[in-house]
């Protein structure tokens, strides 16, 4: 099979590293979970102190954000630590939409993206892969769901590692995050027409990532 770029693009909480995770683990890709990438840099932020734009900006570029498949999931790890579930908890998911809109901070993450997938047989997932990082990717795909179903399964994804928090806290951060994301200056959010929609409302997993690898497929000459 013809080594493809795939890049996944949608909104929180819309399954995309999940499925992206899967897809790349089925193809024997690479998985690169941009949105990881920006919650690492807004660890460090919180993490040290930090309120300069510019100083973080420097230690965004100094950073060592690396991703690596472990034991079926993907780990990330910033200048050698484990953050993984660090970056996942609800105060780095207020503040990282503030950090991605930073201009500066995009160009440095978005230039280690690009290195990344430059051999191909890569998953990229975020909101801006196929209108912005990767404009020519073999695959574009954008997932969506219900913000109900979406609140319902970050919730069951925080709740299931210790952390208390309400589902309706949960769906007015991730309206708020919608609305920052699309309107944002720099590569906002949005559907790129040659992409392929995908709604993953009350649709398994399994039957997501089956629907992905079939469009891979067939782009790849397969059927």
């Given at each position: 099979?013809?080594?493809?770029?795939?890049?996944?693009?949608?909104?929180?909480?819309?399954?995309?590293?999940?499925?992206?995770?899967?897809?790349?683990?089925?193809?024997?890709?690479?998985?690169?979970?941009?949105?990881?990438?920006?919650?690492?840099?807004?660890?460090?932020?919180?993490?040290?102190?930090?309120?300069?734009?510019?100083?973080?900006?420097?230690?965004?570029?100094?950073?060592?954000?690396?991703?690596?498949?472990?034991?079926?999931?993907?780990?990330?790890?910033?200048?050698?630590?484990?953050?993984?579930?660090?970056?996942?908890?609800?105060?780095?998911?207020?503040?990282?939409?503030?950090?991605?809109?930073?201009?500066?901070?995009?160009?440095?993450?978005?230039?280690?993206?690009?290195?990344?997938?430059?051999?191909?047989?890569?998953?990229?997932?975020?909101?801006?892969?196929?209108?912005?990082?990767?404009?020519?990717?073999?695959?574009?795909?954008?997932?969506?769901?219900?913000?109900?179903?979406?609140?319902?399964?970050?919730?069951?994804?925080?709740?299931?590692?210790?952390?208390?928090?309400?589902?309706?806290?949960?769906?007015?951060?991730?309206?708020?995050?919608d609305k920052q994301d699309c309107e944002r200056e720099i590569a906002p959010l949005k559907k790129t027409e040659d992409a392929i929609l995908i709604d993953t409302t009350g649709i398994t997993i399994q039957?997501?990532?089956?629907?992905?690898?079939?469009?891979?497929?067939?782009?790849?000459?397969?059927v």
């Amino acid at each position: 099979m013809k080594k493809l770029t795939i890049a996944i693009d949608g909104p929180a909480g819309a399954g995309k590293s999940t499925v992206a995770q899967i897809v790349a683990g089925t193809l024997n890709y690479t998985y690169i979970d941009t949105g990881a990438m920006y919650r690492a840099v807004t660890w460090l932020a919180i993490a040290n102190n930090i309120t300069s734009d510019k100083v973080l900006i420097n230690y965004a570029r100094e950073a060592v954000i690396r991703l690596a498949y472990i034991n079926g999931k993907t780990k990330v790890f910033v200048n050698g630590t484990d953050v993984t579930d660090e970056i996942r908890t609800p105060e780095i998911s207020r503040k990282v939409a503030e950090i991605a809109q930073i201009p500066a901070i995009r160009e440095v993450l978005i230039a280690k993206q690009r290195e990344m997938a430059q051999e191909g047989g890569v998953v990229m997932d975020g909101r801006d892969i196929g209108s912005y990082v990767l404009p020519n990717a073999d695959v574009k795909l954008f997932l969506t769901a219900s913000i109900e179903e979406r609140a319902r399964r970050r919730w069951q994804e925080l709740t299931e590692k210790g952390i208390d928090v309400s589902l309706q806290d949960i769906a007015n951060d991730i309206t708020c995050r919608d609305k920052q994301d699309c309107e944002r200056e720099i590569a906002p959010l949005k559907k790129t027409e040659d992409a392929i929609l995908i709604d993953t409302t009350g649709i398994t997993i399994q039957g997501t990532v089956q629907k992905i690898l079939d469009i891979c497929r067939e782009r790849a000459g397969l059927v």
